[in-house]
């Protein structure tokens, strides 16, 4: 493939640029529908209980009150909000421990009943009359308390008590021996805390229900191909009664979105049936904090046996994380962090064993990075407290251990390529690590340096089954149409696959159109997570739009009577490599084809591989020793992205991603009360970053092409968090001599460290 692109590797104007910037962009709050209903949903106060009576009589005799749903008239189908059942592979099978209702809440918030009303005001002031009678049960908070023989059960499980899935556990070598034959081994555990996604646009759906039982849900879903069997599956709905579509555009995603918005779409899809109207379910902020997925929190341990020149001998990860009340991504979250936490490094002895444990707060989920940020700031403020008990210098000693292109890792696909090393070399140059040691340590405010390292995935595969379909089409003028299931919930999306298309067929950016996320109109793919979208389904375009190209040069060949491998095209023309007379507009050809009964129609349909992006992250912070304040000076992120196909949505993807990092590290978390509820239920009580609280950031694109992926592209969209904490706890330790094993590094925290060290 050629190195000297047209269109890849150019930052064109963004296709949703106008439509946002004038604020013409639909989102699911926008749709409208003739009749349509407001949705409005009765949520637990209790963390545990058994509903042992519920009387809707007075709601539904509300005027205005069309319908209202209850465990006693919706299906008592189990599904899992995630998805996963559309992506285990078999003989795995997914933890499907959900209902619409239930009979039985499992945490504060659960979805206990539904109203449908002619208003937002009424559906709430009937939720006030819906008389409930609760049977209170006991309930647990920590996973490490709900494994205990004497935890309530919150929902039966093989695996043990309250544990969702599986156990997850990987090895490689011989941990015990590699143990016994290193010189020191350092053993230390970590606990995280609850981060929330915080995307701007709150879950939602709306659901329509056509005379002929035909089902339209607009939804905020990253996944809508998935969520339409969810929702068959649901209904008993045959999949082609059943269409879902991103409305075009998703306010943010993060994760939180793969398979259904919460339970927004089934929610609304039932009050639609009872009502025999549309209906509108939009979650309000401190719906969306305290009923969608959380990153999980848990406990993290790292057992390291490394030899005097401080080369690794044996790695062993153990990991017990917090699902929360229901499963979600749980089984997966775990293999994820382990798969990481053993990749980063070469170490000839590995071993990882983790799952996650229900317990009775918010299900926790799909997050940004999906459970490697978790192993890395275990993994790698462990790297720096090896290299100071050796006396190196913790870039040399990340230097000597980092995975190499060949080398044998955990992965069931081999290391292609890398751009590690060079990802240290420049973060370093830029942060500049040799004032590493030369920084201020006196005085009330001091300053520290630190780095951190991580890798990440390119699609789903192996954690969860993954492919990509799509469909470009030469339209009769010569320009181009894509067709792809992948929502563009801000990242890019449809700009990117259109530049991937334009480049293979020869045409400008201006020529190609597309469609996204709508199952009636594209073909299946799994949706936009797991850093795939550029990658994954990037290769089905890249497939199509090669199908296409190879009908249209055939075609153009027996018009122009010469072999149509001398023919290329650029900006829509077709002409010959050997005789510069011998050119021929695309419309032309696609017209003159139209005229005989043909439209070139291109199909891609591929099986990723995967890919592993790498990373380095450079912080350096100031410490104030009177406030425990941890201010962040400047921020360094390197990254390896294979190819980047639009390189300012590269850098924007990871200057978001290290701000989400920066929040991991210092601000977000959510606490709950004795009794289970959430204290951090709004953006007035989560401390996310604000812009007074982003520092001077630099990010690095370096390209180590990876030939599994479209134009040499990788992953890159949850990279920009993997390493930040690990980074910026690591430069606190340099300032101030405290080293942290609980983020995020909130004033208090830091505060206490230095009183009680005084």
Not at 325 to 344: D, F, K, Q, R, T
């Given at each position: 493939m050629k190195k000297d692109y047209a269109v890849v590797g150019k930052s064109v104007r963004r296709l949703d640029a106008m439509e946002k910037a004038m604020g013409k962009a639909t989102f699911t709050t926008d749709i409208k529908l003739p009749g349509m209903l407001y949705g409005k949903v009765l949520r637990s106060p209790h963390p545990h209980a058994r509903i042992v009576k519920i009387d809707t009589s007075k709601a539904e005799a509300l005027p205005g009150v069309k319908a209202v749903a209850t465990y006693l008239n919706t299906p008592r189908v189990k599904f899992n909000t995630s998805a996963t059942s559309t992506f285990t592979i078999p003989p795995l099978q997914p933890v499907e421990d959900q209902y619409i209702f239930d009979s039985v809440v499992r945490y504060v918030g659960d979805e206990v009943a539904a109203v449908?009303?002619?208003?937002?005001?009424?559906?709430?002031?009937?939720?006030?009359?819906?008389?409930?009678?609760?049977?209170?049960?006991?309930?647990?908070?920590?996973?490490?308390?709900?494994?205990?023989?004497?935890?309530?059960?919150?929902?039966?499980?093989?695996?043990?008590?309250?544990?969702?899935?599986?156990?997850?556990?990987?090895?490689?070598?011989?941990?015990?021996?590699?143990?016994?034959?290193?010189?020191?081994?350092?053993?230390?555990?970590?606990?995280?805390?609850?981060?929330?996604?915080?995307?701007?646009?709150?879950?939602?759906?709306?659901?329509?229900?056509?005379?002929?039982?035909?089902?339209?849900?607009?939804?905020?879903?990253?996944?809508?191909?998935?969520?339409?069997?969810?929702?068959?599956?649901?209904?008993?709905?045959?999949?082609?009664?059943?269409?879902?579509?991103?409305?075009?555009?998703?306010?943010?995603?993060?994760?939180?979105?793969?398979?259904?918005?919460?339970?927004?779409?089934p929610i609304a899809l039932a009050l639609a049936m009872l009502a025999k109207q549309p209906v509108k379910v939009v979650y309000d902020r401190k719906e969306d904090f305290?009923?969608?997925?959380?990153?999980?929190?848990?406990?993290?341990?790292?057992?390291?046996?490394?030899?005097?020149?401080?080369?690794?001998?044996?790695?062993?990860?153990?990991?017990?994380?917090?699902?929360?009340?229901?499963?979600?991504?749980?089984?997966?979250?775990?293999?994820?962090?382990?798969?990481?936490?053993?990749?980063?490094?070469y170490c000839p002895n590995q071993l990882y064993d983790g799952h996650s444990v229900y317990t009775?707060?918010?299900?926790?989920?799909?997050?940004?990075?999906?459970?490697?940020?978790?192993?890395?700031?275990?993994?790698?403020?462990?790297?720096?407290?090896?290299?100071?008990?050796?006396?190196?210098?913790?870039?040399?000693?990340?230097?000597?251990?980092?995975?190499?292109?060949g080398q044998p890792w955990v992965l069931p696909y081999p290391c292609l390529s890398s751009g590690l090393e060079e990802c240290m070399d420049r973060g370093a140059k830029e942060i500049g690590w040799e004032r590493r040691t030369k920084l201020s340590k006196d005085g009330t405010k001091r300053r520290g340096m630190g780095m951190a390292i991580g890798t990440h995935v390119s699609n789903a595969w192996p954690f969860c089954g993954d492919y990509s379909n799509a469909y470009v089409t030469v339209q009769q003028d010569g320009s181009v149409h894509v067709a792809s299931g992948v929502p563009d919930m801000g990242t890019g999306t449809m700009t990117t696959l259109s530049q991937m298309a334009a480049e293979i067929l020869g045409v400008t950016i201006d020529q190609v159109g597309i469609t996204i996320a709508d199952t009636e109109s594209t073909p299946f793919e799994i949706g936009s997570h797991a850093s795939r979208t550029c990658y994954?389904?990037?290769?089905?375009?890249?497939?199509?739009?090669?199908?296409?190209?190879?009908?249209?040069?055939?075609?153009?060949?027996?018009?122009?009577?010469?072999?149509?491998?001398?023919?290329?095209?650029?900006?829509?023309?077709?002409?010959?490599?050997?005789?510069?007379?011998?050119?021929?507009?695309?419309?032309?050809?696609?017209?003159?084809?139209?005229?005989?009964?043909?439209?070139?129609?291109?199909?891609?349909?591929?099986?990723?591989?995967?890919?592993?992006?790498y990373l380095a992250h450079f912080a350096e912070v100031e410490v104030d020793t009177e406030t425990g304040k941890v201010s962040i000076i400047k921020l360094v992120a390197a990254h390896d992205v294979g190819k980047a196909i639009h390189p300012i949505i590269v850098e924007g993807q990871l200057e978001g991603g290290l701000a989400m990092g920066v929040g991991y590290a210092l601000s977000e978390e959510i606490k709950y009360d004795s009794k289970g509820k959430q204290l951090n239920d709004g953006f007035h009580k989560y401390m996310l970053p604000t812009a007074m609280d982003i520092p001077e950031m630099k990010a690095i694109i370096?390209?180590?092409?990876?030939?599994?992926?479209?134009?040499?592209?990788?992953?890159?969209?949850?990279?920009?968090?993997?390493?930040?904490?690990?980074?910026?706890?690591?430069?606190?330790?340099?300032?101030?001599?405290?080293?942290?094993?609980?983020?995020?590094?909130?004033?208090?925290?830091?505060?206490?460290?230095?009183?009680?060290?005084?």
């Open positions: 449908a009303a002619v208003s937002k005001s009424i559906a709430q002031e009937a939720l006030g009359l819906i008389e409930v009678e609760y049977e209170l049960l006991p309930t647990v908070f920590d996973p490490l308390e709900a494994m205990k023989d004497d935890a309530p059960v919150i929902h039966e499980s093989e695996a043990g008590k309250n544990i969702p899935g599986e156990k997850i556990h990987i090895e490689m070598g011989d941990v015990e021996k590699g143990f016994n034959e290193a010189d020191y081994v350092f053993e230390h555990t970590f606990k995280l805390p609850v981060q929330k996604q915080a995307q701007m646009e709150t879950q939602a759906a709306v659901a329509q229900v056509a005379v002929d039982g035909k089902v339209t849900v607009w939804s905020t879903t990253q996944t809508p191909h998935p969520s339409r069997r969810i929702l068959a599956t649901i209904f008993g709905i045959p999949y082609s009664k059943v269409r879902v579509l991103n409305p075009p555009y998703i306010g943010g995603g993060f994760g939180v979105r793969i398979g259904l918005s919460a339970k927004a779409e305290i009923a969608s997925d959380t990153r999980h929190a848990g406990y993290v341990t790292v057992k390291t046996g490394v030899n005097k020149d401080g080369t690794f001998n044996a790695r062993k990860i153990t990991a017990i994380l917090n699902s929360g009340a229901y499963c979600s991504w749980s089984a997966e979250a775990p293999g994820v962090l382990g798969a990481m936490g053993l990749s980063i490094y009775n707060t918010t299900p926790a989920g799909a997050m940004r990075g999906f459970g490697n940020p978790q192993a890395m700031f275990a993994v790698d403020s462990q790297v720096d407290i090896i290299a100071e008990s050796l006396s190196m210098d913790p870039l040399e000693l990340r230097r000597k251990n980092m995975m190499r292109t994954a389904s990037g290769t089905a375009v890249v497939a199509a739009a090669q199908d296409a190209r190879k009908q249209v040069v055939e075609y153009a060949g027996k018009m122009l009577n010469v072999n149509p491998d001398e023919l290329d095209i650029e900006e829509g023309i077709i002409y010959s490599t050997l005789n510069e007379e011998i050119r021929v507009p695309l419309g032309t050809v696609a017209i003159e084809a139209h005229l005989h009964g043909l439209q070139f129609i291109g199909v891609g349909k591929i099986i990723p591989q995967n890919a592993p992006p370096v390209e180590a092409e990876d030939p599994t992926g479209p134009f040499g592209a990788k992953g890159v969209g949850e990279t920009g968090l993997v390493a930040t904490a690990a980074a910026i706890a690591n430069a606190v330790y340099e300032a101030i001599g405290i080293r942290f094993f609980e983020i995020p590094l909130t004033e208090e925290r830091v505060y206490k460290a230095l009183k009680e060290r005084k």
